[in-house]
């Protein structure tokens, strides 16, 4: 297992393949790296692809405070962009991490990419409350229940009647997960934001299903410059689904940025 320190709190990734440029793909919340299977696997042979755990995620330290947490991650993904001398990175996230792909390109971060997986942008007091009263209704269950009340949440953002296989990757990570962290980290990150102010080449995967309630809730919405990939699903999961479509999409932009 290898380790990204910060002040004495640690940060698990892993890496895969070999090349000159590199991929870092962060889970989203309640996640782990292992989401990323079916992704890895297609970009290994010419990437060297790292996955890691958020802190209170997966094999990553829940000790650090949720907030201290989130302000940190832009340091500790420079600091493992250093430590394994990668080259050519373009960051990828997932949902949440929206929140800390902003930050980074506030740290500008030398890198050369951005791929934004169905995130959410807070926009609005209208997204961020939205989503504070999301967490408070889940942490207002039982310690011995909360759980399994985040894993009702999650299926509803999942297609239950897809593969059982990905659905049960996509549930794995619940195993380790302290529920009551990852909700405060949730609300940690929720913040209104600014637009991101970039002109490195950025890609924008989005459902329908995110942006039905509050369409303020789109990246593409606020960055209509980045390449744009729409997708007419009612699940928030839709890349682990169909992986071969989105690892297709995602292969012709970093394709196109080399």
Not at 119 to 133: D, G, L
Not at 229 to 235: F, G, I
Request: proline share 3%.
């Amino acid at each position: 297992m290898a380790y990204v320190d910060h002040n004495g709190y640690e940060l698990f990734y892993e890496i895969q393949g070999q090349g000159n440029s590199s991929i870092i793909f962060i889970h989203g919340l309640c996640g782990d790296h292992r989401v990323w299977s079916k992704t890895v696997s297609e970009f290994r042979n010419k990437y060297r692809v790292v996955v890691l755990d958020l802190f209170g995620h997966g094999n990553s330290s829940s000790k650090i405070s949720p907030k201290a947490a989130f302000d940190a991650m832009p340091g500790v993904i420079e600091k493992l962009i250093e430590k394994e001398n990668l080259q050519s990175v373009v960051l990828v996230g997932h949902s949440i991490v929206g929140n800390i792909l902003s930050s980074c390109i506030e740290a500008k971060l030398n890198v050369r990419g951005y791929v934004f997986v169905d995130c959410t942008f807070n926009a609005s007091e209208r997204v961020v409350n939205s989503r504070n009263k999301l967490a408070d209704s889940l942490l207002a269950n039982p310690p011995d229940k909360l759980n399994s009340a985040i894993i009702a949440w999650y299926k509803t953002m999942m297609d239950m009647n897809s593969n059982a296989k990905d659905n049960e990757l996509i549930l794995s990570s619940f195993k380790k997960l302290n529920g009551n962290w990852a909700l405060n980290f949730l609300k940690s990150t929720n913040i209104i934001r600014q637009v991101p102010k970039t002109s490195l080449p950025m890609l924008i995967f989005e459902s329908t299903w995110l942006t039905k309630d509050e369409p303020e809730r789109s990246f593409h919405k606020v960055l209509p410059q980045a390449d744009f990939s729409l997708w007419q699903v009612t699940n928030h999961f839709f890349w682990v689904y169909d992986a071969p479509k989105f690892n297709k999409i995602l292969k012709e932009f970093l394709d196109k940025i080399s």
